[in-house]
T-cell receptor, first 116, second 116 residues
């Protein structure tokens, strides 16, 4: 069965510093996708970044980068130059492609607080 | 509108009553997902639609939960004989179903259901 683990329930980071949010996953699929979403206190889910299992390069989107280590089954999110607006819940998610329809599962989330 | 629209935004109901939650996806998105998020928790997958068909209903918690989608657009999630443990935020998301774009789910603001 597919599973996402986020071992850091809460994290603090100083404004302008970089922070890494951990994510490990378990799947038997050969082809899969990994995602990170941000959920501010307002509740909306915001897509941040995507990494395909066959992508050779780590994904980057502005200040967000995904540190993908396939052998270790980890997909950590790195946020550079943290801003106060980065304070939110962050969810790691995965989709497999074993069947013709794709189900996305989410991890339990990490709460990030950016300190001025 | 341009985004995923969910209604109502809040619903308070009495235990034992039926409720209907509505999701209007982004125009042209053939994939539609329902998730449930309990307070302080991650997202729990409920059901996925590809067009009007639901190839994956594995996440529905019980037979009190059902969902349909008509015209490849609006979807309704129905909870019969609501229980207090059904209290949660119900989130809907939509996406394309091919290419890189299928990996980006756009979420609605959710329906906060409270069962008294």
């Amino acid at each position: 069965a597919q599973k996402i683990t986020q071992t850091q329930p809460g994290m603090f980071v100083q404004e302008k510093e970089a922070v890494t949010l951990d994510c490990t996953y378990d799947t038997s699929d050969q082809s899969y996708g990994l995602f990170w979403y941000k959920q501010p206190s307002s509740g909306e889910m915001i897509f941040l970044i995507y990494q395909g299992s066959y992508d050779e390069q780590n994904a980057t989107e502005g200040r967000y980068s995904l540190n993908f280590q396939k052998a270790r089954k980890s997909a950590n999110l790195v946020i550079s130059a943290s801003q106060l607006g980065d304070s939110a819940m962050y969810f790691c998610a995965m989709r497999g492609s074993k069947t013709s329809y794709d189900k996305v599962i989410f991890g339990p989330g990490t709460s990030l607080s950016v300190i001025p | 509108g341009a985004g995923v629209s969910q209604s109502p935004s809040n619903k308070v109901t009495e235990k034992g009553k039926d409720v209907e939650l509505r999701c209007d996806p982004i125009s042209g998105h053939t994939a539609l997902y329902w998730y449930r998020q309990s307070l302080g928790q991650g997202l729990e997958f409920l059901i996925y639609f590809q067009g009007n068909s639901a190839p994956d209903k594995s996440g529905l918690p019980s037979d009190r939960f059902s969902a349909e989608r008509t015209g490849g657009s609006v979807s309704t999630l129905t909870i019969q004989r609501t229980q207090q443990e059904d209290s949660a935020v119900y989130l809907c998301a939509s996406s394309h179903t091919s290419g890189i774009a299928k990996n980006i789910q756009y979420f609605g603001a959710g329906t906060r259901l409270s069962v008294l």
